[in-house]
């Protein structure tokens, strides 16, 4: 194994191995910690945890337990990948994971760069903009776990660590591999070790990974990685073998728990033409509604059905008030846990997962324990194997086309 991830949710990891993947590399994504060594063909090995809105010391023994055991396969670098929206709090989680890595390896020049140009993410002057919105405008505010209301990366990094943060200019990324590593270097003297870096467009990123093609440690969205493996193809590190890929028929249910603007909008789309079922977060509370009879509904469908949660901000904070945020979240990701676990027992073969936290249940549901990625169905979301009879895929909340649920149900099958 050449390349060690640590992603810090399911989705994002799958992101990265799309990424991976489509430049070469054989990727395999792992849920958890593995208690086996890698088998010996894999290039990067992404050890996908639920890290994301845990307690930040529990973050970091989780990301060090992982990265203790890419080490132990041979990994020569190291990237933590979190999501293009910075999702953290003052508190963390990124800022303490980064830096804890950062120690345990002796990196002393730390990339940190969430963009992510093919969906809209960039960075610039430290500021992250979703489209042509900043940050903290851009729908983020809203996010019921980590709102993210502050677009200086600088600064809400600077909340999470002990350290000062530096920065990289678009002026210097667009200046070309040597002037990335000459403002990296200069900015490490001044004594910052994590170093924000602008980046606008996929080249921008392009360059900042073959600038880093010596550093140990870099942390980022899925991006940042896309430079990396013609590094190791230069040295004549990688067998140019990243995998076959077989559509997958049979039966086909999409799940959501995300309220992100975008996801919304693609259940609603969804809703128009396909069977669907909304949970409440009061039916859930008060178990009203149980998997066995979800999974049965949703087997008695045509089309693609789709069983969701997904409701907006106001409603979300008004079900926290009356619930508590953390039972609540708790609730449903318990709920499609048990889901997915009765609808793959029921035998469903495509399994659509819209949101980091309901993937990451949906996952544990499943008990799977390894992932071959796939070929992209949008920016960002690829098809993964789960074992020969099983395929998902597992989106990120703001990712995806309009038409994502029903596009992704005819590309696993493989007839789009």
């Known amino acids: 194994m050449l390349l060690g991830c ?9 992101d990265l191995g799309n990424t991976l993947t489509k ?3 054989r990727s395999v994504q792992y849920v958890g910690v593995p ?6 063909d894999v290039e990067a090995g992404i050890v996908a945890l639920k890290s994301r809105s845990i307690p930040a010391a529990e973050a970091v023994a989780q990301s060090l337990a992982a ?7 041979g990994c020569t670098q190291f990237l933590f990948k979190y999501c293009s929206t910075f999702d953290s709090t003052p508190e963390g989680n990124i800022g303490p994971v980064a830096e804890a890595l950062a120690d345990a390896l002796g990196a002393t020049e730390v990339i940190v760069c969430p963009a992510f140009p093919a969906t809209g993410r960039s960075i610039y002057q430290g500021h992250l903009f979703v489209g042509d919105h900043l940050l903290s405008e851009s729908g983020m505010q809203h996010h019921p776990l980590t709102p993210m209301r502050d677009p200086d990366l600088r600064r809400w990094l600077a909340h999470q660590t002990r350290g000062t943060v530096g920065h990289v200019p678009a002026t210097a990324v667009m200046g070309g591999v040597g002037r990335v590593r000459a403002a990296l270097s200069g900015e490490a003297a001044k004594g910052h070790r994590l170093i924000v870096t602008d980046a606008i467009t996929d080249a921008d990123l392009i360059t900042l990974g073959h600038a880093a093609a010596d550093h140990v440690l870099i942390t980022g969205g899925s991006g940042i990685a896309m430079g990396l493996p013609e590094n190791f193809r230069a040295k004549g590190l990688l ?10 028929g049979g039966p086909v249910v999409a799940l959501s728990g995300s309220c992100s603007g975008a996801t919304r ?3 609603a789309a969804h809703a128009a ?55 609540l979240a708790e609730a449903i990701e318990t709920l499609f846990a048990d889901l997915a676990r009765a609808l793959a027992a029921k035998g469903v073969t495509r399994l659509i997962s819209a949101g980091g936290e309901t993937s990451g249940a949906v996952v544990s549901g499943l008990g799977v324990t390894e992932f071959e990625i796939g ?15 099983l395929v998902l895929a597992l989106k990120s909340g703001n990712f995806g086309a309009a038409d994502f649920f029903a596009k992704a149900a005819a590309m696993m099958e493989g007839t789009a």
């Open 67 to 73: 990265l203790k055991w890419l080490r132990d396969q």
């Open 273 to 327: 033409s396909h069977p669907s079922r909304e949970i409440t977060a009061d039916e859930v509370i008060s178990d009203e509604v149980d998997a066995d009879t979800l999974a049965t509904w949703a087997l008695g469908q045509d089309g693609v059905p789709l069983i969701y949660s997904s409701a907006d901000p106001d409603a979300v904070s008004a079900a926290q008030a009356r619930h508590g945020a953390a039972p």
């Open 23 to 25: 430049a070469g590399m």
């Open 375 to 389: 070929p992209e169905i949008d920016p960002g979301v690829p098809m993964i194997r789960a074992n020969d009879s």
């Open 6 to 14: 640590i992603g810090d949710d399911f989705t994002g990891s799958s």
């Open 239 to 248: 067998s140019g073998r990243a995998g076959e890929w077989r559509g997958q």
């Open 265 to 267: 909008a693609q259940v």
């Open 35 to 40: 208690d086996a060594p890698a088998a010996p």
